[in-house]
């Protein structure tokens, strides 16, 4: 099976922690001063635990254990992203990816809404 791209999900070259097209991203940030350092070699480790953590995950069971290890491996992508460049926001997606009452998704809908107020971006009077 070959690995996926910390990056987007898709295949990625075997040995490498991203797709061709997220590494073309990153070079192309590299080039405008953008770029965030690339830990290709811990994406890589970290992605084989979130790929364990799958594989742990018992079909049917829908226990507490369960959902544990399923947000787990997901929070193992989401750094994966960030460590091959990725900004936090699109490593984590919208807190609707992760359910708005979930403290993950709450915490980033909170997140987001103070920077778009420090921002300038959300006139709020509270």
Not at 7 to 12: D, E, I, Q, R, S
Not at 39 to 54: E, M
Request: with cysteine; hydrophobic share 35%; aromatic share 4%.
């Amino acid at each position: 099976m070959a690995p996926l791209c910390a990056g987007c999900g898709n295949p990625a070259q075997p040995g490498e922690s991203l797709c061709a097209e997220c590494e073309n991203k990153v070079r192309q940030k590299q080039k405008n001063g953008v770029y965030r350092m690339n830990y290709a070699n811990l994406a890589r480790a970290i992605l084989a635990r979130a790929n364990t953590l799958d594989t742990e995950v018992t079909v049917g069971d829908d226990g507490a254990d369960h959902v544990t290890k399923i947000d787990d491996a997901q929070l193992l992508r989401c750094l994966a992203r960030m460590l091959s460049g990725q900004a936090v926001k699109t490593a984590f997606g919208a807190p609707g990816d992760w359910g708005y009452e979930s403290p993950i998704g709450a915490a980033l809908h909170q997140d987001y809404v103070a920077a778009r107020v420090a921002g300038g971006q959300e006139n709020r009077t509270n």
